[in-house]
């Protein structure tokens, strides 16, 4: 069984195109969250996660609070932005981050080097 | 007779023979000549007594007592005309004898003094003289009055053009739009400030100058601050002509950071020739750098949204490749990427803030035909959706009609579409619905595959508004409806309004 994957993006066509491209690699996506409230109801406490991958703005809002429930819960992740990690906010440094538009190759090696 | 008998002498008048007419003579010219000899020397003692400067008044008193002295030996002649006082007579006369030859003896030293003395032509020429230099000390008096009277006026004319550049000068200072100082290097203090420096900082005067040398380690910012000393050095080796410049900021009395840029030149020097103070100019440039940070900032959010629209392209593109051949990928990707530009067009119009719906309907079945237009009917009510709303029902629309241009309603002639939009209210709190109902097309049913155009009129629009989806294939026509919470829907402003 393939590891279990959020994905957290206000834009429905990329995080569509995450899913297919995920799935097709053998990822499980456990999720599909568009906003901070939509992906915080699915972080409940217990819900299997092995791995997530997020959009640093959702709906002009940071996604501080999601990244920070995740690290919490010890799932590790990758932010994936149009911004650079300097743009984002001192929160975004240290952690894995991806421009847009995404390299997918890039995206699978670097989630399946986090998930392991 | 016998009374003037009564000694061995005889009276005078008798050698005179008594002849009455003698003895007169005699008589008359003694007693005259002892008062006028009197009188002589009243006068002299009146005029030493009047001209009290007189010099010889020793000589004086001495013709005074000769005279008086002679007046005496002619009394005592008259006297001895009838009683022979001869004796008497002659120590008069000895007297008179010794004053005289004193009075003789000293009045000859006394010559060169006595010609000392000016006479009366002298003295007037000498007055006239005096007279004539009294009267050039008064003409060279009236010229200097006047050389005065020219320098006045001189001083006069200095001081009111003193006072009018002084006036120009301080209009001019006041008038400013920029900050003007004379800074003084060494004691780190302004000597002088104009009035923009108190109306830009907001400062009292008095607190400027409480501040004094703290001004610029108290309330200039701490990051520019650090590059201040640098800027002094480059102060003290400003030459003639040089001119220097600083940006830095300074807290204003409100607290708030202005921006200023100061371009300084030298005022005065030391012995060495190392400035001592600057004149300086600083100009507010707060506004300018305000816009600097919002255009950086525009800057690298236009980055961002371009990317993020690239990364949908890269979606779209990625999906529409999928179980298409390359012609058809080809033509379906141009008219998604139309659509998405269409939607684009909508955003940048409203700014970014929401699009109307009948707008993005409108532009999203612009690529219809008049016969498929004519048998189309929009029925909603005005409302303003957010920018990620229209784009995700922008695209659902685009495929619906794109999948009627090709197998639905608008493939034959008769058929009809109906789209409507409407809030309704639902377990307490508003939904959005739209819907997309087609008739008189040929008979429906359900396509065997999912394509990239069912994910977008399913999933994607449901997603993009965190809403549920509702797809028909009826056999009367196909009918789409979309129902989202409201808040979901709107732009933000109409959502603020509506809490």
């Given at each position: 069984m393939g590891h279990r994957i959020l994905i957290v993006d206000d834009e429905p066509l990329i995080a569509m195109e995450i899913e297919s491209t995920l799935s097709q690699a053998g990822f499980e996506i456990a999720h599909m969250a568009q906003s901070v409230e939509t992906a915080l109801a699915f972080l409940q406490d217990g819900v299997a996660l092995d791995g997530a991958v997020l959009d640093a703005n959702l709906h002009d809002a940071s996604a501080r609070p999601v990244v920070e429930r995740l690290q919490e819960m010890g799932v590790p992740l990758l932010i994936v932005s149009g911004y650079s990690a300097d743009q984002i906010g001192p929160w975004a440094e240290g952690r894995k981050l991806l421009r847009k538009p995404i390299v997918y190759a890039e995206l699978i090696k670097s989630l399946t080097q986090i998930v392991s | 007779?016998?009374?003037?008998?009564?000694?061995?002498?005889?009276?005078?008048?008798?050698?005179?023979?008594?002849?009455?007419?003698?003895?007169?003579?005699?008589?008359?010219?003694?007693?005259?000549?002892?008062?006028?000899?009197?009188?002589?020397?009243?006068?002299?003692?009146?005029?030493?007594?009047?001209?009290?400067?007189?010099?010889?008044?020793?000589?004086?008193?001495?013709?005074?007592?000769?005279?008086?002295?002679?007046?005496?030996?002619h009394v005592v002649g008259l006297i001895t005309l009838w009683a022979p006082i001869y004796e008497t007579e002659g120590w008069v006369k000895g007297a008179t004898a010794i004053v005289s030859v004193i009075t003789a003896v000293a009045i000859f030293p006394l010559i060169p003094k006595a010609l000392a003395i000016p006479s009366p032509s002298q003295m007037q020429l000498v007055n006239d003289q005096l007279t004539d230099e009294i009267a050039a000390?008064?003409?060279?008096?009236?010229?200097?009055?006047?050389?005065?009277?020219?320098?006045?006026?001189?001083?006069?004319?200095?001081?009111?053009?003193?006072?009018?550049?002084?006036?120009?000068?301080?209009?001019?200072?006041?008038?400013?739009?920029?900050?003007?100082?004379?800074?003084?290097?060494?004691?780190?203090?302004?000597?002088?400030?104009?009035?923009?420096?108190?109306?830009?900082?907001?400062?009292?005067p008095e607190e400027i100058h409480a501040m004094g040398d703290r001004m610029f380690p108290d309330i200039m910012h701490p990051d520019d601050f650090s590059r201040f000393k640098g800027h002094i050095d480059d102060q003290k080796k400003l030459g003639p002509d040089d001119t220097v410049e600083f940006e830095y900021r300074l807290r204003s009395s409100e607290g708030e950071w202005i921006w200023l840029l100061s371009?300084?030149?030298?005022?005065?020097?030391?012995?060495?020739?190392?400035?001592?103070?600057?004149?300086?100019?600083?100009?507010?440039?707060?506004?300018?750098?305000?816009?600097?940070?919002?255009?950086?900032?525009?800057?690298?959010?236009?980055?961002?949204?371009?990317?993020?629209?690239?990364?949908?392209?890269?979606?779209?593109?990625?999906?529409?490749?999928?179980?298409?051949?390359?012609?058809?990928?080809?033509?379906?990707?141009?008219?998604?990427?139309?659509?998405?530009?269409?939607?684009?067009?909508?955003?940048?119009?409203?700014?970014?803030?929401?699009?109307?719906?009948?707008?993005?309907?409108?532009?999203?079945?612009?690529?219809?035909?008049?016969?498929?237009?004519?048998?189309?009917?929009?029925?909603?009510?005005?409302?303003?959706?957010?920018?990620?709303?229209?784009?995700?029902?922008?695209?659902?629309?685009?495929?619906?009609?794109?999948?009627?241009?090709?197998?639905?309603?608008?493939?034959?002639?008769?058929?009809?579409?109906?789209?409507?939009?409407?809030?309704?209210?639902?377990?307490?709190?508003?939904?959005?619905?739209?819907?997309?109902?087609?008739?008189?097309?040929?008979?429906?049913?359900?396509?065997?595959?999912?394509?990239?155009?069912r994910t977008v009129i399913e999933r994607m629009a449901a997603h993009a508004v965190g809403g549920v989806v509702d797809l028909r294939y009826d056999p009367d026509g196909l009918k789409w409806t979309l129902s989202a919470p409201l808040d979901r829907v709107l732009n933000k402003t109409e959502q603020a309004g509506r809490s």
């Open positions: - | 007779m016998e009374g003037m008998l009564h000694n061995s002498y005889v009276a005078h008048g008798y050698c005179l023979m008594w002849k009455p007419w003698l003895v007169g003579l005699h008589g008359l010219s003694d007693l005259l000549t002892a008062l006028a000899y009197f009188a002589i020397p009243v006068a002299i003692f009146i005029f030493v007594k009047r001209r009290g400067d007189l010099q010889m008044k020793n000589l004086a008193w001495m013709f005074v007592a000769f005279i008086t002295l002679c007046g005496l030996t000390h008064k003409r060279t008096l009236a010229d200097l009055e006047a050389a005065r009277a020219e320098l006045e006026r001189r001083v006069e004319e200095r001081t009111q053009a003193l006072n009018e550049s002084q006036t120009f000068l301080k209009r001019i200072t006041d008038i400013a739009p920029t900050m003007l100082y004379v800074y003084d290097i060494d004691h780190q203090r302004n000597e002088w400030i104009n009035r923009n420096v108190i109306a830009t900082l907001g400062y009292a371009q300084e030149m030298a005022y005065t020097r030391n012995g060495d020739g190392e400035v001592t103070h600057i004149i300086g100019a600083a100009h507010d440039i707060t506004l300018r750098k305000e816009q600097e940070e919002r255009i950086h900032l525009l800057m690298a959010e236009v980055n961002h949204r371009a990317r993020n629209l690239l990364t949908v392209v890269q979606s779209v593109a990625r999906q529409t490749s999928r179980l298409s051949d390359p012609a058809t990928f080809a033509e379906d990707l141009s008219n998604r990427l139309a659509g998405l530009a269409a939607s684009q067009d909508l955003i940048i119009e409203g700014e970014w803030q929401g699009v109307r719906m009948r707008d993005i309907v409108t532009s999203q079945l612009g690529h219809l035909g008049d016969s498929q237009l004519s048998r189309l009917v929009l029925d909603g009510k005005p409302i303003t959706v957010s920018p990620a709303a229209a784009q995700g029902i922008g695209m659902a629309l685009h495929e619906l009609s794109t999948n009627a241009l090709k197998y639905g309603a608008f493939s034959n002639e008769i058929g009809t579409v109906h789209i409507a939009w409407t809030v309704k209210m639902s377990q307490e709190s508003a939904m959005f619905v739209i819907s997309w109902q087609e008739r008189d097309g040929p008979a429906v049913s359900a396509p065997e595959r999912t394509g990239f155009g």
